[in-house]
């Protein structure tokens, strides 16, 4: 691994503290998570010039940043706030998986934790982008979930509608 810079990783903890104050998350309080996922983080900032999600593979990592789905804060955070790297999360270290339907894999690993506060995050948590993220999450793990399960679903958990 290359010798990160100091002032790289500095950077990537204050803006892991700011947006997990932001979206009612905190840093994983299990020793070592945070610090190797905002490694992670920092390492592609360095490579790529932008914090690509480092718990992911890439074909191509540049096309990846160019696509900015996966630059964290993800759009799967901004819109279930749901963070798989479990970078953000509740006070015990489990993702919160609230927002999430029965099938994807966050809720099949974790079970259901719910939002202690709701008031804050999801930014992007409108219809219209739960749909067109979980129609992608669909066919990429080749699952036979309707697109009308899929609408119905968004418009009961939009927090935008
Ligand atoms: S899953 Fe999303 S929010 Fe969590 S570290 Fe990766 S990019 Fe960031």
């Known amino acids: 691994m290359s010798k990160l810079k100091p002032e790289t990783i500095a950077k990537l903890e204050n803006f892991a503290n700011t947006f997990a104050a932001k979206s009612g998350t905190m840093l994983n309080p299990v020793e070592g998570?945070?610090?190797?996922?905002?490694?992670?983080?920092?390492?592609?900032?360095?490579?790529?010039?932008?914090?690509?999600?480092?718990?992911?593979?890439?074909?191509?990592?540049?096309?990846?940043?160019?696509?900015?789905t996966w630059i964290c804060p993800c759009e799967e955070m901004q819109t279930f706030k749901y963070c798989h790297c479990l970078l953000f999360t509740l006070d015990n270290g489990m993702p919160i998986t609230e927002y999430l339907p029965e099938w994807h894999e966050g809720r099949q690993i974790?079970?259901?934790?719910?939002?202690?506060?709701?008031?804050?995050?999801?930014?992007?948590?409108?219809?219209?982008?739960?749909?067109?993220?979980?129609?992608?999450?669909?066919?990429?793990?080749?699952?036979?979930?309707?697109?009308?399960?899929i609408t119905k679903f968004a418009q009961e958990t939009a927090k935008r509608k």
Do not use: M, W
């Open 33 to 68: 998570v945070a610090k190797t996922v905002i490694e992670g983080l920092a390492i592609h900032t360095e490579d790529f010039g932008r914090p690509l999600c480092p718990c992911n593979f890439y074909e191509d990592k540049k096309a990846e940043v160019d696509k900015k």
């Open 110 to 149: 974790y079970g259901l934790t719910n939002d202690p506060t709701p008031d804050k995050g999801r930014a992007l948590s409108t219809v219209q982008n739960i749909v067109d993220n979980l129609k992608e999450f669909v066919a990429n793990h080749k699952l036979d979930i309707s697109e009308e399960e």
